[in-house]
């Protein structure tokens, strides 16, 4: 019987923990959990890391990249899996993805730039023109933006927005490019909790909005291409088995990364935009709401 | 009478099956929750239970000897009602313990297909008075979840005056407005608090100014989220609760995980069970109110427990705000309507169809105004905001003998709250208008449709705060005496014509006018400025306002009990949808918030465009520019409300 903490940020990422403990079942491998959510509150998350520590926890389970900040600074030795953080390099996290180097492994979020643009091409051909939309305080996001930005190139023209405060949405009716064909957000929470705000201004001038956050979905985006948190939980299970089970030292266990994003519709915002959604892109589809 | 274990449920919420096993392990009594279909928890379809699992959680609860509720509390749309029946049936078959309604359709369904399982009412049915719980045990109510602003003696009333079983919210997030009565994220954002899918504007940050100056007033005050309740909790307070006899001890939390759930529900259990025990011996916890305080999500507050609340009850500073749903947006501006896929579908209007033009004004001015202008019905009384007076039975009086001049009828309207005083204050202002005789009376909720009934032999209108959305509430309605039903202020465009095809009971529509986003019963300004209003009246006639960071400014209006009314930052205006709207037997303009020459300009033109459109349907043709004249005069820049939207979700 292994003893694991499991350390999370916010109910989104209820399905990551869902994953790790199913997969953990299908591997066979008993263990009881020590669960700690900050629900939402970053500034929480030493506090509840040191508390697994004192709990000798033989593995921790780290959901977001705070969570993973948090228990990768603890002065034990606990080995530490994360997901989904997005870029586990520039966050300081492992050395390299290949070869973390140190006490912290796991299942990074990112889906491909690329695939993202290829997903938008496929989903508006006729799309010209794509705003992208995010927040500057978000490292993760910065680092999407610029993936996406490096990824676009010459296939679409690019308009980026930044908000610098998440009351910055409110005033979206006076910075929202009224010219371009969709609304591109790159991941991070500020954007992803107040989803609701910018479709409403988006909605406003007949703008679909392409997500990184599969559950702004089915708030009123129009589509996502998004790593599924289940299966990332999953492949952490597989690596916590390497560690625990087999022994393996967490160093030499590379960041994972999806290779099977899956592609998210709404139907309902196609319909009221006058949007005709591709066959090849529905039969795709993991799941098109209604 | 003697406590036992049975005296007291700890019921608690459940949104997986991984929270069901666990909240039943950590000593939960009963349980909650809802299924795929109509219930409050809509944003997160992975937290709710699909037909099969809800039957499996019947078993393993019976199994364990708990019981379970599902909750329908959800409003309906007309094309939602075929659904609700076949979910009803389906229901029936696996028989919860209970079911917990808002809807008043739901009412009328159980009946019709004779469904056994007992009925809990919705804290969305905003009970806060006796009158409405005879109402409802007439219609098989077994419990109610009484409205949030109740104290622990208004529940000890409760049950002492109608032996009703009496659940309470005591634990986790809180509404600041009155239960059933927010309506802003559903007009905003066609995503209804009501309906599960509330994005908690309550939560954004504000900034108190001066209407009139627009001067910021809380630039030393306490903090931005002037709206943003703390979390119930009653720990502290449990020889109350359980004394007030308060029967089930209800946690909130649909969408909190396992983790969440355990700790609340293990706390409480430990807690009533040591009091049932040994009651004069029992102490706090002190280490278990440790635990529960250092796992908190927000700070918390005993909110109308044990009396109003003052500023301590409101998290200010943000800082412990667990996640944000929406952030401030423009309110909707009067071309920005949804286009209407049905337009060229042809309305017909019989020849003899001649609508009514209602409205409701706060002075004598203005009811002299909107007489002069073509007025058929004209509202007065129920909430004066301050500085309007109230109305006096001798300004009905007069205010008849005006209306009878123009022949126009008086309708006198009541509060949207009415706990005991008001309820008391209408019982006698009732009787004194059966003297009077105006043209009638309207309500606001089922416990002031009941005392009308009980008092008077008036015609009786019912209010949007009834939230009708179909026919089988506006039924229940007129079976209860309503003449006239309003539809809700969050139904949209294609919901209302609808209800209008459906309805057998004659429908009023708010076309024009302030429309109140929430209906608190704390004091804003007085929070935020810190002063006592009993000693500073005249602060309370002064028109203080909410700035969002969207720049939008609503208005706080406070009546003369002291509520707060919230209003939106952009008037309602349906005048250029008139014609599309046809077929309904009254339309209101509420214009309780302006002044005389304007009701006179407002009622003029919505005479003449009626008189026009009954005239010649076929030919009639909206002018643009008259709303646009309208727009000049108004206090307030003039938008569509939920008429936004295809939907209201």
Redesign the interface.
């Known amino acids: 019987m292994f003893h694991i903490g499991i350390l999370q940020l916010t109910q989104n990422l209820d399905d990551a923990v869902r994953g790790f403990k199913q997969g953990l079942k299908e591997l066979a491998v008993e263990a009881d959990f020590h669960y700690f959510n900050a629900d939402g509150n970053v500034s929480e998350l030493p506090k509840l890391a040191q508390k697994l520590a004192d709990l000798k926890v033989d593995l921790i389970f780290a959901c977001s990249t705070p969570a993973a900040k948090a228990a990768g600074n603890l002065v034990v030795d606990i080995p530490v899996l994360f997901t989904p953080v997005f870029d586990p390099i520039s966050v300081n996290l492992v050395d390299s993805l290949e070869l973390p180097g140190g006490k912290l492994t796991g299942m990074s979020g990112m889906v491909n730039a690329e695939d993202k643009v290829n997903f938008i091409q496929e989903l508006l051909p006729n799309a010209k023109k794509l705003g992208m939309l995010y927040y500057t305080e978000d490292s993760n996001s910065l680092i999407e933006a610029n993936n996406f930005r490096n990824a676009v190139s010459d296939k679409f023209t690019l308009s980026e927005l930044t908000i610098k405060c998440k009351e910055d949405i409110s005033l979206l009716a006076e910075t929202l490019p009224q010219d371009i064909d969709a609304l591109f957000l790159p991941i991070g929470r500020i954007i992803e909790e107040n989803f609701a705000s910018i479709a409403y201004y988006a909605d406003a001038i007949d703008v679909p909005i392409i997500t990184s956050h599969a559950p702004n979905v089915v708030l009123g985006s129009l589509g996502a291409l998004v790593a599924n948190h289940v299966t990332l939980g999953k492949a952490c299970a597989k690596q916590a088995h390497q560690i625990l089970v087999e022994g393996k030292d967490v160093k030499t266990i590379s960041v994972g990364i999806t290779d099977k994003p899956e592609i998210l519709l709404n139907a309902f915002v196609a319909d009221n935009l006058g949007i005709e959604i591709p066959d090849s892109l529905l039969a795709k589809a993991t799941e098109v709401y209604e | 009478m003697l406590l036992t274990r049975k005296s007291v449920e700890l019921l608690a919420p459940v949104g997986t099956w991984e929270v069901l096993e666990v909240a039943i392990a950590a000593g939960a009594d009963a349980v909650y929750l809802g299924g795929k279909r109509f219930n409050m928890r809509m ?4 937290t709710n239970f699909d037909d099969k699992m809800l039957k499996q959680a019947i078993e393993y609860a019976h199994a364990h000897n708990v019981k379970l509720y599902i909750t329908i509390n959800n409003l309906l749309s007309d094309r939602e009602i075929e659904p609700m029946r076949d979910y009803l049936t389906y229901l029936e078959t696996i028989q919860p313990d209970a079911l917990l309604v808002q809807d008043l359709a739901v009412l009328e369904l159980v009946k019709e297909l004779h469904i056994t399982i007992p009925l809990h009412t919705s804290v969305m049915m905003n009970t806060h008075n006796e009158h409405a719980i005879h109402k409802l045990k007439e219609y098989g109510i077994t419990r109610i979840v009484v409205g949030r602003e109740m104290t622990l003696p208004q529940l000890s009333l409760f049950r002492e005056r109608t032996g009703i079983e009496v659940e309470y919210f005591m634990h986790g997030d809180m509404c600041i407005s009155q239960s059933g009565q927010c309506y802003h994220s559903g007009i ?2 066609g ?1 209804s608090g009501n309906r599960g899918r509330c ?1 908690k504007p309550c939560r954004w ?1 504000f900034k108190l100014i001066d209407e009139d100056t627009k001067e910021v007033l809380d630039e030393n005050g306490p903090g931005p989220y002037k709206l943003a309740l703390k979390d119930m909790c009653m720990y502290r307070n449990i020889p109350e609760l359980i004394q007030a006899g308060v029967h089930s001890f209800k946690i909130e939390g649909r ?6 759930v355990e700790r609340i529900v293990k706390t409480y259990r430990k807690a009533i069970d040591s009091y049932i025990a040994d009651p004069a011996g029992y102490v706090t916890n002190e280490a278990d109110w440790q635990d529960l305080y250092e796992n908190r ?1 927000r700070d918390f507050s005993t909110c109308f427990a044990l009396g109003k609340p003052d500023a301590s009850a409101i998290g200010f500073t943000g800082e ?11 309110e ?1 501006s009067i071309d ?1 309507m949804v286009t209407m896929k049905d337009t060229k579908q042809a309305i017909t209007i019989a020849d003899t169809y001649k609508p009514k033009l209602s409205v409701r004004v706060a002075d004598m001015a203005s009811l002299k105004s909107a007489c002069e202008n073509g007025a058929s019905v004209v509202y007065v009384g129920g909430e004066a905001f301050k500085p309007h007076k109230t109305w006096t039975l001798d300004d009905i009086k007069e205010a008849l003998i005006i209306t009878k001049k123009y022949n126009a009828k008086l309708i006198i309207t009541t509060p949207r709250a009415t706990m005991e005083r008001e309820c008391s204050e209408l019982e006698q202002l009732f009787t004194a208008l059966n003297k009077i005789k105006p043209d009638g009376v309207m309500v606001s909720n089922m416990g002031s449709l009941n005392l009308a009934k009980k008092f008077t032999s008036l015609p009786i209108q019912t209010d949007f705060s009834f939230n009708t959305f179909n026919h089988l509430a506006a039924k229940l309605l007129k079976d209860n005496g309503s003449v006239m039903a309003t539809t809700s202020l969050e139904a949209t465009y294609t919901q209302i014509k609808e209800l209008l095809s459906t309805s057998q009971l004659p429908i009023e529509i708010i076309v024009h006018g302030s429309i109140e986003a929430m209906l608190l019963d704390h004091n804003l300004p007085a929070m935020s400025l810190d002063y006592n209003p009993l000693e500073n009246p005249d602060m309370c006639n002064k028109h203080f306002a909410l700035l ?4 939008e400014i609503h208005p706080i209006r406070i009546d003369q009990y002291g509520r707060n009314h919230i209003l939106f930052a952009k008037d309602l205006c349906l005048l250029p949808y008139l014609a599309n709207l046809a077929g309904a037997a009254s339309y209101r303009i509420e214009a309780q918030h302006y002044t005389p020459e304007l009701v006179s300009i407002l009622t003029k033109t919505y005479r003449e465009e009626l008189d026009k459109l009954t005239t010649d349907f076929q030919t009639y043709q909206y002018d643009k520019t008259i709303a646009e004249k309208i727009a000049k005069v108004s206090p307030r820049e003039l938008g569509v409300g939920a008429f936004r939207y ?1 939907i209201s979700r």
């Open positions: 944003h997160r379809t992975d905003l954002f995503q994005l940050a969408m909190r995980t396992a983790a969440f999500s412990r705000e667990p996640r944000f749903f929406s952030q401030a947006v423009k909707a920005s969002d960071t969207a720049n295809r």
